[in-house]
């Protein structure tokens, strides 16, 4: 049986890839309709747009957190965290191969 942390791992993998793709998908729609192709700005949850932003969470206010982010600095880190998590998959594919045979 697969364990239920392998499990996780593969379904964080599978999250992470899909929010990734669906980011890089809403950048180039945004920018298929700017007619002068200037970086693409998206909204946050209020409408507002909002740079990009990179960031760790912590408990102090801000004290992580990169605001307007290059957009070419952004989907080259984000291609390789779909890279870094697809990598990661197959190795637990192979854990959960192995975890099936008991």
Known sequence: MITKETCVKIWNCHNEIEKSNRLIADMAEV????????PPQLHNAFGDRQGL???????????YRLYNVSTDLAVKIIEEHIKMNENRLVELMAIAKLELKG
């Open 31 to 38: 920018l298929s309709h700017d007619k002068e192709k200037s």
């Open 53 to 63: 932003q990179l960031g760790v969470p912590s408990g102090s206010s801000d004290a």
